[in-house]
């Protein structure tokens, strides 16, 4: 998780995540997450801002204690602080992505 080349970063794999979701039925790739989330946001701008305010109340500590919980015969030392990174990653991209919904 410690690494120079920006490609290969916990921010980078954020963004690159592919969701299950189409926006169209004859789209070749699925939505990646953020687009998603814009995407549904869009359609009822107040519930997605609703969401995304929710979200930033948390703070970013409280991953981490929500990361522990797992018994550690079921997650290891890294993947756990992996999950914890990705949780603020995707906190912080989804509270940039707030302006962008109208």
Known sequence: MQTRDRNYTV?????KA???LFLNEDDGKPLLTL?????????????GRRWIERLEQIPDEDFAILVNAVPPERITMASAEFARQLLIANKARLTEAKRTIR
Do not use: G
């Not at 921010?11 to 963004?15: D, G, H, K, L, N």
């Not at 549904?40 to 107040?46: E, I, K, N, Q």
């Open 18 to 20: 592919a969701s299950a």
């Open 35 to 47: 687009d998603a989330f814009i995407a549904a946001a869009r359609l009822s701008p107040d519930a």
């Open 11 to 15: 921010q980078a794999y954020a963004a």
